[in-house]
């Protein structure tokens, strides 16, 4: 099948958010709070690039230590699961891999 300008023949594809640019938190490289609050650790996080078709940890941010989620960083993966299963962006990724979803 070919793509063009976004659809693949057959079906319509659609690009898979980073958690990034679906909350808009600004720690990306170039973000405009990297100053202020440093590198997110997701942009850094190699060996997460790929899953849920994300970039480095873009789409997998719940297993990774060191996140900011309302104002506060988290600790690690045990200690986050539970309010990262109510995060919007958690439930997006859950939504859109369906059957696909893990939590790795």
Known sequence: MSAFFGFTLGRLSM????????KKCGRQFGGEKVSDLGLCPVV??????????????GRACWVLEGTIC?????????EKLKECEKCDF?????????NDFCQL
């Open 15 to 22: 690009k898979k958010l980073n958690c990034w640019e679906f």
């Open 44 to 57: 850094i996080e190699i060996a997460l690039e790929g899953a849920h078709d994300g970039e480095f940890g």
């Open 70 to 78: 309302k104002g506060n960083i988290q600790g690690n993966f045990a």
């Open 90 to 98: 958690y439930e997006y990724v859950k939504k859109q891999e369906g």
